[in-house]
């Protein structure tokens, strides 16, 4: 029932930006917290960034804090994370989530970093 479907990601140079776009539906979207999560070849999946219901609340990983931004329109269904400055060791799989995590991941969407 739950779908979460993650779009905007790509190659983008070192220092560049990029906004990834979740569009959701199967649950009432504007009752939960979001996140976004990445997982790079060989690593563990990490918590990038977490958003309230509401979207009043933020909250990031110290290696992505000051770079980005992690925001929602609720009218739409879709959480966003705009990612500027960015870095080789940014380059991940990212996914969004909702909190609590019940029901389906999507596929996520890749982002690589490299000049």
């Known amino acids: 029932q739950v779908q979460l479907v993650e779009s905007g990601g790509g190659l983008v140079q070192p220092g560049g930006s990029l906004r990834l776009s979740c569009a959701a539906s199967?649950?009432?979207?504007?009752?939960?917290?979001m996140r976004w999560y990445r997982q790079a070849p060989g690593k563990e999946r990490e918590l990038v960034a977490t958003?309230?219901?509401?979207?009043?609340?933020?909250n990031y990983a110290d290696s992505v804090k000051g770079r980005f931004t992690i925001s929602r329109d609720n009218a739409k269904n879709t959480v966003y994370l705009q990612m500027n400055s960015l870095k080789p060791e940014d380059t991940a799989v990212y996914y969004c989530?909702?909190?609590?995590?019940?029901?389906?991941w999507g596929q996520g969407t890749q982002v690589t970093v490299s000049s």
């Open positions: 958003i309230s219901s509401n979207g009043r609340n933020t």
């Open positions: 989530k909702n909190v609590p995590d019940f029901g389906s």
């Open positions: 199967g649950f009432t979207f504007s009752l939960f917290a």
